[in-house]
Protein backbone atom coordinates (compact mmCIF):
# COMPACT_ATOMS: atom_id res chain seq x y z
CA UNK A 1 0.00 0.00 0.00
CA UNK A 2 0.96 3.61 -0.79
CA UNK A 3 2.23 5.50 2.59
CA UNK A 4 0.18 8.31 3.84
CA UNK A 5 0.66 12.18 4.20
CA UNK A 6 -0.03 12.06 7.85
CA UNK A 7 3.31 13.11 8.26
CA UNK A 8 3.04 17.06 6.78
CA UNK A 9 1.58 19.99 8.16
CA UNK A 10 -1.31 20.91 5.95
CA UNK A 11 -2.45 23.69 7.73
CA UNK A 12 1.29 26.01 7.31
CA UNK A 13 3.53 26.70 4.32
CA UNK A 14 7.52 27.43 5.10
CA UNK A 15 9.42 29.06 2.74
CA UNK A 16 12.96 28.40 2.13
CA UNK A 17 15.59 30.21 -0.10
CA UNK A 18 18.70 27.96 -1.01
CA UNK A 19 21.29 25.79 -2.93
CA UNK A 20 20.25 22.55 -4.51
CA UNK A 21 22.08 19.72 -3.47
CA UNK A 22 20.74 17.08 -5.30
CA UNK A 23 17.63 16.18 -7.14
CA UNK A 24 16.23 12.53 -7.43
CA UNK A 25 14.22 12.01 -10.67
CA UNK A 26 12.85 8.46 -9.47
CA UNK A 27 9.61 6.91 -8.78
CA UNK A 28 7.31 6.49 -6.73
CA UNK A 29 8.03 9.75 -5.70
CA UNK A 30 11.11 11.93 -6.82
CA UNK A 31 13.23 13.93 -3.86
CA UNK A 32 14.89 17.66 -3.83
CA UNK A 33 17.23 18.36 -1.46
CA UNK A 34 18.20 22.11 -0.53
CA UNK A 35 20.73 23.24 1.87
CA UNK A 36 19.78 26.61 3.83
CA UNK A 37 21.53 28.20 5.60
CA UNK A 38 20.43 28.89 9.09
CA UNK A 39 22.02 30.58 12.53
CA UNK A 40 25.58 30.38 10.67
CA UNK A 41 24.81 26.62 10.19
CA UNK A 42 23.96 24.76 6.80
CA UNK A 43 20.93 22.97 7.14
CA UNK A 44 19.67 19.90 4.31
CA UNK A 45 16.07 20.08 3.79
CA UNK A 46 14.51 16.91 2.18
CA UNK A 47 11.36 17.60 0.35
CA UNK A 48 8.97 15.02 -1.46
CA UNK A 49 7.33 15.37 -4.55
CA UNK A 50 5.11 13.45 -6.54
CA UNK A 51 5.38 10.68 -9.30
CA UNK A 52 7.42 11.31 -12.49
CA UNK A 53 4.70 11.08 -14.29
CA UNK A 54 2.84 13.68 -12.95
CA UNK A 55 5.94 16.04 -12.44
CA UNK A 56 6.04 15.57 -16.58
CA UNK A 57 2.82 17.12 -17.15
CA UNK A 58 3.70 19.63 -14.79
CA UNK A 59 6.78 20.88 -16.68
CA UNK A 60 9.41 18.97 -15.02
CA UNK A 61 12.32 17.28 -16.75
CA UNK A 62 15.01 15.54 -14.78
CA UNK A 63 17.32 18.49 -15.53
CA UNK A 64 14.85 20.83 -14.04
CA UNK A 65 17.08 21.46 -11.25
CA UNK A 66 20.95 20.52 -11.17
CA UNK A 67 23.05 20.50 -7.97
CA UNK A 68 24.11 24.71 -7.60
CA UNK A 69 21.09 26.10 -8.49
CA UNK A 70 20.07 29.01 -6.22
CA UNK A 71 16.07 27.98 -5.13
CA UNK A 72 13.18 29.02 -3.52
CA UNK A 73 10.80 26.37 -2.45
CA UNK A 74 7.30 26.35 -0.96
CA UNK A 75 6.32 23.03 1.41
CA UNK A 76 4.07 21.75 3.64
CA UNK A 77 6.90 21.19 6.86
CA UNK A 78 6.91 17.69 8.18
CA UNK A 79 5.35 17.38 11.56
CA UNK A 80 8.48 16.27 13.65
CA UNK A 81 9.45 19.50 12.87
CA UNK A 82 13.10 18.66 11.17
CA UNK A 83 14.08 20.29 8.02
CA UNK A 84 11.64 19.08 5.06
CA UNK A 85 8.63 18.96 3.74
CA UNK A 86 6.11 18.08 0.78
CA UNK A 87 6.29 21.07 -2.39
CA UNK A 88 4.05 23.28 -3.10
CA UNK A 89 6.37 25.13 -5.89
CA UNK A 90 9.33 25.92 -6.52
CA UNK A 91 10.45 29.04 -7.66
CA UNK A 92 14.04 28.25 -10.32
CA UNK A 93 17.03 30.67 -10.98
CA UNK A 94 15.66 31.81 -14.00
CA UNK A 95 12.24 33.35 -12.11
CA UNK A 96 9.98 30.42 -13.13
CA UNK A 97 7.98 28.21 -10.84
CA UNK A 98 6.38 25.08 -10.84
CA UNK A 99 4.23 23.09 -8.80
CA UNK A 100 3.33 19.60 -8.07
CA UNK A 101 -0.09 18.76 -8.32
CA UNK A 102 0.60 14.69 -7.28
CA UNK A 103 1.41 16.35 -3.68
CA UNK A 104 0.58 19.12 -1.86
CA UNK A 105 -1.04 22.32 -3.79
CA UNK A 106 -1.72 22.30 -7.53
CA UNK A 107 0.33 25.69 -8.39
CA UNK A 108 2.16 26.34 -11.78
CA UNK A 109 3.97 29.06 -13.73
CA UNK A 110 3.32 31.98 -10.68
CA UNK A 111 4.14 35.27 -11.87
CA UNK A 112 8.07 35.71 -11.91
CA UNK A 113 9.05 37.83 -8.41
Known sequence: ????????DFGSDVEISG????FRWTNPHS???VVVEEDGSAVEYAIEMGALVGLVRMGW?????VPGDMV????H????GEPGGEL??????????????????????IEPR
Open 1 to 8: AHHSHAMF
Open 19 to 22: TVKE
Open 31 to 33: WLH
Open 61 to 65: APTTV
Open 72 to 75: TVSM
Open 77 to 80: PLIS
Open 88 to 109: RYIVLPDGSSLGDCQTGDCQTM
